[in-house]
C-alpha cells in the first residue's frame, strides 16, 4: 500500500523535539510526530484508540510513548498498546530523507483521489 502514499516533506528533524512530538493537521485527522533520543522518527494519528487522547502530548521513552490521558503505552514502532492493554494507535509512515522528515499521507488525507 505504501505506492499508495503521497510523501509530503514536513522540514528537519531537529523541528520536532526531543523526545517530543509535532503534530501534522490533514484532511481528514491529526498525526502525531515524534523524535526519540537516538534520533528516530515515528509517526501514529495523534489519537489514543481508549478515549482519543492526544498521543502528541504524551511522554515519549525509549521507542514507546504513554498516553496523557490513562498512561496507556503504545509502541511507536507499531502502535500497539503494552502490557495488559489492548488496543494499537494507527500507525504512519514516515521516513528521513537527507534531514528532512517525510509523512506518507493516504489520498483520503491528502483531501485528493489517487491519480494514476
Ligand atoms: S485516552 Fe489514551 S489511555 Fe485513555
Do not use: Y
Not at 534520533?39 to 504524551?58: I, N
Not at 495488559?84 to 488525507?109: F, N, R, W, Y
Amino acid at each position: 500500500m505504501t505506492d499508495m502514499l503521497n510523501w509530503i516533506d514536513v522540514g528537519p528533524v531537529e523541528g520536532i523535539p526531543l523526545q517530543g512530538a509535532r503534530t501534522l493537521q490533514t484532511r481528514t485527522d491529526r498525526i502525531a510526530i515524534f523524535r526519540t533520543l537516538d534520533q528516530q522518527v515515528f509517526a501514529l494519528l495523534d489519537r489514543c484508540p481508549h478515549k482519543d487522547g492526544p498521543l502528541a502530548q504524551g511522554i515519549v521513552h525509549g521507542h514507546f510513548v504513554t498516553c496523557p490521558l490513562h498512561n496507556m503505552v503504545f509502541s511507536l514502532e507499531t502502535g500497539q498498546a503494552q502490557g495488559p492493554d489492548d488496543g494499537c494507535a494507527a500507525k504512519v509512515e514516515v521516513k528521513i530523507i537527507e534531514g528532512s522528515v517525510h509523512v506518507g499521507l493516504t489520498p483520503s488525507q491528502m483531501g485528493k483521489r489517487h491519480e494514476g
